[in-house]
């Protein structure tokens, strides 16, 4: 079992600035990817970003250039900073980590075996 336990949401102004973390306890040992995906009220929850093992990522092309992906492994942490934030982002995010297999291209939820409980991002206008 794998225990996924995100923070750093909260209220932010557009073009404001915020860092969320995601904590991985448990049977961390067999995690290939982590992604965050994230849901807007009235909307299907989408993919934002996904980070391999050995560092390799990919973005949603609506937060390519604003989002950065990153994890420190010695930790079990991954983290999504994200600037220049704009009133369309926002939403619920959600961490997920894929374990065991071999690592897939992680833009879907199903690739995911493990969530988070979530963390709210709202950017006001």
């Known amino acids: 079992q794998v225990q996924l336990v995100e923070s750093g949401g909260g209220l932010v102004q557009a073009g404001g600035s915020l860092r969320l973390s995601c904590a991985a306890s448990?049977?961390?040992?067999?995690?290939?990817?982590m992604g965050w995906f994230r849901q807007a009220p009235g909307k299907e929850r989408e993919f934002v970003a996904r980070?391999?093992?050995?560092?390799?990522?990919y973005y949603a092309d609506s937060v390519k250039g604003r989002f950065t992906i990153s994890r420190e492994n010695a930790k079990n942490t991954a983290y999504l900073q994200m600037n220049s934030l704009k009133p369309e982002d926002t939403a619920v995010y959600y961490c997920a980590a894929r374990w065991g297999g071999a690592p897939t291209q992680g833009t879907r939820g199903s690739e995911y075996n493990y969530w988070g409980q979530g963390t709210q991002v709202t950017v006001s206008s």
């Open positions: 448990g049977r961390t040992f067999s995690i290939n990817t």
């Open positions: 980070i391999w093992s050995g560092g390799t990522t």
